[in-house]
C-alpha cells in the first residue's frame, strides 16, 4: 500500500502522522455521491486503547 498521511492522531492505526494499517476503507459520508473530501470518511478508524 502507498504511503498514507493522517492527521487523525488519535487512531489506533496513527503512527507519526501516518496510516500503519495493511489496509484502509474510505467511504460516503451521509450521502449517496461525494462531492468532495468533506463527503468521505475513514471508516478503519479505531479509538486507540
Ligand atoms: S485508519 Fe484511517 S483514521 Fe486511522 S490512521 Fe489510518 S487513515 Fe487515519
Same mark, same amino acid.
Not at 489496509?23 to 467511504?27: G, R, S
Not at 449517496?32 to 470518511?41: D, V
Given at each position: 500500500?502507498?504511503?498514507?498521511?493522517c492527521?487523525?492522531?488519535?487512531?489506533?492505526?496513527?503512527?507519526?502522522?501516518?496510516? =500503519?494499517?495493511p489496509?484502509? &476503507?474510505?467511504?460516503h459520508?451521509g450521502v449517496?455521491?461525494?462531492?468532495?473530501?468533506?463527503?468521505?470518511?475513514c =471508516?478503519?478508524?479505531?479509538? &486507540?486503547?
Open positions: 500500500m502507498g504511503s498514507i498521511k492527521t487523525v492522531t488519535e487512531c489506533h492505526y496513527n503512527k507519526d502522522v501516518m496510516c =500503519d494499517a489496509m484502509i &476503507q474510505v467511504n459520508r449517496k455521491y461525494s462531492q468532495g473530501s468533506e463527503e468521505t470518511q =471508516d478503519t478508524f479505531k479509538p &486507540q486503547k
